[in-house]
């Protein structure tokens, strides 16, 4: 069984910056895709859109065009740990974060929420104007 549980949510105005933190326990392994996804208040599960996703020896990253060059995600194998990065907050960035964590590769669809086995609660992210 694998936990995880993010961190780092918070209120922010248009601009400003957040880290948000994820930390893995249980049966994680060093081959693990893990990701980051984000739900909007109306949106539905199926709905989630994955934002980052890094491959398991963190050389290999890919992204939402919607957050490119504002987003970065990375991870620390030892403490098992996946962070991201996000600036220039804007406010359609707001939505509940949730990390990820699939025993696939990260692959072409990474993006897929159907992908990932193990979620965590999610962290909320509020961007106001």
């Known amino acids: 069984q694998v936990q995880l549980v993010e961190s780092g949510g918070g209120s922010v105005q248009a601009g400003g910056s957040l880290r948000l933190s994820c930390v893995a326990s249980g049966h994680i392994y060093s081959d693990d895709c893990m990701g980051w996804f984000r739900q909007a208040p109306e949106k539905k599960r199926e709905e989630r859109e994955g934002v980052a996703a890094i491959s398991p020896g963190g050389g290999s990253t890919d992204y939402a065009d919607s957050v490119k060059g504002r987003f970065t995600i990375s991870r620390d194998n030892a403490k098992n740990t996946l962070d991201l990065q996000i600036n220039s907050l804007k406010p359609e960035d707001t939505g509940m974060y949730y990390c990820?964590?699939?025993?696939?590769?990260?692959?072409?669809?990474?993006?897929?929420?159907?992908?990932?086995?193990?979620w965590g609660q999610g962290t909320q992210v509020t961007v106001s104007s």
């Open positions: 990820a964590a699939s025993r696939w590769s990260c692959g072409s669809t990474w993006a897929a929420w159907w992908r990932y086995q193990f």
